[in-house]
């Protein structure tokens, strides 16, 4: 037996030596201990102890335990509570503490998910993952799902597989001749879709400023009375949650009329999608399973770790042709070979973060989760408007948009409210007025929490 290098024999002897993890969990347990009461963001004090880690690259390496205390000492001050209950921005959700403990024993099998023989347990997973939410947001049978980092990757996957298909119908192979001398495709977009769309778009060289916008009304829905005439070649992107109001578009009346012309609908509900799930809300994505391809995160609504991005596609060989990647190297078999349906071969298994959370709720813990946070977000708008600050959308899922009497008092509310602490709310502009957006994705924002925020606002205004 060859002699063992030095950086070999330290981590022999350190994958033996327990007490570096046992001290890693209890900064853990004392960061968790804080996280519903702590200041959702960093105080100034915290960020500035970050210059703590400005230092040249080390000529040689430092003890583990000085390692995780660092991390510890000057990181965990300056992060963001976003799995508080108290953060309301970017559509971020939270965790929960049992899928918390699964993702820790995921990230030590540290498992590579490209292929069935790289993983098998993942594999499994990911084909449960798979039929367990096709079956909770009642989409077609056989549908497909491929596990990614967000839905600004899962859109540009659906719209590939959508470019795809479209121009195999037309008689072009995209994924071999590309798109030089290729039909045209025609883009149909509502106006107020989101970015991550069009940065999709531009991509995947169907050209951002050549798509056909419809124009939509007050709350940001595509109106289906002004989508053009469709056929054959048309991408039609739909919208299950707009990202400021969080309407959704009329899917199924879009959906028949593509349908009826045999266009490619892409549903991206990065959010919203999750209504599926719910008796209450489930109106709201009425038709769904008539487009072709949908993106939906998990690390929003349904409250899974970052990052979970979900591809979904009826047409598993479209997606699976528009993706696939070959090489000697590369052993495709007869079980599920996660990365038929990703763009990357190189990813964590987040799919066992995804069952985790499935299997801890289950349906009606989905529904639940689902209601309790549209439930939420109308007690917030209804508490907000009896303190006199005007709510800008009808409140249909978790979307909530706020101004005060006048634009600058609206950014100074704002600027007031980050700086106290006590919660930490998004900025954004809506039909050329600016706004407080607050977006409740917590799963352990209570009726106290909601409460305590429009306190937050009201001392925030008068400020």
């Known amino acids: 037996m060859k002699e063992l290098s030095s950086l070999q024999k330290r981590m022999y002897v350190l994958h033996e030596d327990r007490e570096m993890f046992e001290q890693a969990k209890g900064y853990a347990y004392e960061y968790m201990d804080q996280v519903y009461e702590r200041e959702v963001f960093p105080t100034d004090e915290a960020l500035a102890g970050l210059a703590n880690f400005d230092e040249p690259v080390p000529e040689t390496g430092g003890d583990p335990a000085g390692m995780l205390r660092m991390l510890h000492e000057y990181g965990s001050p300056a992060t963001v509570t976003s799995t508080g209950s108290r953060y309301y921005g970017m559509v971020i959700g939270s965790v929960f503490p049992p899928v918390m403990a699964a993702k820790w024993l995921a990230d030590v099998w540290d498992q590579t998910p490209a292929l069935y023989v790289s993983s098998p347990v993942v594999a499994k997973i990911e084909a449960i993952c798979e039929q367990w939410v096709v079956d909770l947001l009642g989409l077609p049978q056989g549908s497909v799902a491929g596990l990614v980092s967000g839905s600004s990757i899962a859109t540009l996957c659906g719209l590939a597989a959508g470019r795809y298909e479209i121009l195999r119908t037309a008689g072009w192979d995209v994924t071999s001749q590309g798109l030089f001398g290729a039909p045209p495709i025609r883009v149909i977009v509502g106006a107020e879709a989101h970015s991550t769309v069009f940065r999709a778009l531009s991509t995947l060289g169907l050209g951002k400023d050549r798509v056909e916008l419809v124009p939509v009304d007050e709350q940001g829905r595509m109106l289906a009375s002004a989508v053009p005439e469709l056929d054959e070649t048309c991408l039609v992107i739909l919208q299950a949650g707009n990202v400021n109001s969080g309407a959704f578009d009329p899917i199924d009346e879009i959906c028949e009329k593509a349908n009826s012309a045999g ?32 993106s939906v995160d998990g690390h929003k609504t349904l409250n899974t770790p970052y990052d979970c991005g979900i591809i979904l596609c009826r047409d598993g060989k479209a997606l699976s042709t528009a993706l696939q990647a070959s090489g000697a190297y590369i052993l495709y078999g007869e079980q599920r070979d996660g990365m038929m349906y990703t763009p990357e071969m190189s990813r964590r298994g987040r799919a066992v973060e995804l069952w985790a959370t499935l299997k801890m709720l289950g349906r009606r813990g989905v529904e639940e989760l689902v209601d309790g946070l549209c439930e939420r977000a109308q007690q917030f708008a209804e508490l ?80």
Do not use: Y
Not at 268 to 277: E, S
């Open 263 to 294: 266009a490619w609908v892409h549903i991206d509900g990065a959010f919203g999608l999750w209504a599926g799930a719910s008796a209450s809300k489930k109106h709201l994505t009425q038709g769904i399973e008539k487009a072709d391809s949908w």
């Open 384 to 463: 907000m408007q009896a303190e006199g600050f005007q709510v800008l959308n009808d409140v249909v899922f978790n979307q909530v948009l706020i101004a005060c009497d006048a634009p600058d008092e609206t950014a100074s509310t704002l600027a007031n409210l980050q700086r106290s602490g006590e919660c930490w709310c998004g900025a954004g502009n809506w039909h050329d007025m600016p706004l407080i957006r607050v977006s409740v994705c917590s799963w352990s924002t209570t009726a106290a929490d909601i409460e305590r925020t429009v306190a937050a606002f009201v001392a925030a205004r008068g400020k």
